[in-house]
C-alpha cells in the first residue's frame, strides 16, 4: 500500500505520519560488515515500513559496501510515493537555521527522510521527525540511535555535514478526510 504524505500549507516538503509502533518494533537491516554503508535502504524501510522486507533487504546486501546511489535511492522512494511529482532540494546548512526550518516544516508526529552530504558527496540518508512537543529528533536507524534538538546540531557538526537533500513535491494543501488515526486517508488538492 502506498502512503499519502501531509503537506504542510504552502510548503512542500515530503512528510508522513511516524506512528509510535514505527519506533518500539523498529529492527535495522541485516548485514554482515560493522561499517555498513546501508544507510539508504534502511532510512526507506524506517519511514515505509510496510515496504517489501525482503527487497529492501537484498537492496541492503547489495549496498552494504559501497553505499546506494542517488539514483537507486530515489528509485526505491519514488516507488513509494509514485502519484506524486517529488524533487529532491539541496539546501545549505546553516546552524542553528535548520533546526528552525524542520520546526517550520514539519507536522508534530511527522517524519521525513533527508540525505546529509558533505564536500560534494551524499554521504548519510536517515529519517527527522518532529514529536508532539515540537522536538525535532534525527533518527538514525543505522545505529539504532535518535538525537533530539541539539543533538541534531552536534550530529550535523561532528560529521561535518554542509547540505541537506529534502524531497518536495509540487501539491499545496492535502486535507485529511479521516478522523480515525489508526486508518488515516487523505485526499490531495491543488
Known amino acids: 500500500m502506498v502512503e499519502c504524505p501531509i503537506i504542510v500549507e504552502n510548503k ?94 514539519l507536522l508534530p508526529g511527522y517524519i521525513s527522510v533527508i540525505g546529509l552530504e558533505s564536500v560534494g558527496i551524499m554521504n548519510h540518508i536517515t529519517t527527522i521527525a518532529k514529536d508532539v512537543n515540537d522536538n525535532i529528533v534525527l533518527f538514525d536507524g543505522q545505529s539504532n540511535m535518535a538525537y533530539v534538538n541539539n543533538e541534531v546540531f552536534d550530529y550535523i557538526k561532528k560529521y561535518k555535514f554542509i547540505y541537506v537533500w529534502c524531497i518536495k513535491h509540487k501539491y499545496k494543501h492535502i486535507i485529511d478526510l479521516s478522523s480515525n488515526q489508526s486508518n488515516k486517508k487523505m485526499r490531495i488538492e491543488n
Not at 519511514?47 to 526505491?76: A, C, K, M, Y
Request: charged share 20%; net charge negative.
Open 12 to 105: 512542500s516538503l515530503f512528510q508522513k505520519i511516524l506512528y509510535n509502533e514505527q519506533i518500539e518494533n523498529w529492527k535495522p537491516l541485516s548485514c554482515s560488515r560493522l561499517d555498513s554503508k546501508n544507510c539508504g535502504p534502511t532510512a526507506l524501510k524506517f519511514i515505509f515500513p510496510n515496504i517489501n522486507h525482503s527487497q529492501i533487504q537484498d537492496l541492503s546486501v547489495d549496498v552494504e559496501t559501497t553505499g546506494i546511489t542517488l539514483e537507486r535511492f530515489n528509485q526505491v522512494l519514488f516507488e513509494q510515493i509514485i502519484h506524486l511529482d517529488v524533487t529532491m532540494t539541496k539546501l545549505l546548512i546553516v546552524l542553528p537555521d535548520i533546526l528552525i526550518f524542520f520546526k517550520t516544516n
